[in-house]
């Protein structure tokens, strides 16, 4: 993937690149639980680009149900998208930690 033109924005624990095409991935910590993970995984695979979630040298598929459930819950995870999606990115809000 050619870099031509990139864009960096920091907000708190968001990271957005701009890169080209127009194209943004976004990363931002969250908190996920058993009750959580379904929602996120529906909401996930609502989305016509790749959603990964990975802690440490772990990185799953966020559209994977069973790749999510074999997560470590107790852990805060590192979320990176590559898209935009007005319900996922609200619903990453509200399990964003600080």
Request: aromatic share 12%; glycine share 6%; net charge negative.
């Amino acid at each position: 993937m050619k870099f031509s033109e990139t864009k960096v924005l920091f907000w708190e624990n968001i990271q957005k690149i701009q890169i080209e095409g127009g194209v943004f991935m976004t990363e931002k910590h969250i908190k996920l639980s058993p009750d959580t993970v379904v929602t996120f995984v529906k909401k996930s695979q609502q989305c016509d680009f790749n959603v990964d979630i990975s802690y440490g040298h772990t990185e799953v598929d966020a559209k994977s149900l069973l790749g999510m459930l074999s997560l470590d819950f107790n852990r805060i995870m590192h979320v990176k998208y590559y898209g935009k999606n007005e319900d996922l990115e609200g619903y990453i809000n509200e399990l964003a930690v600080e």
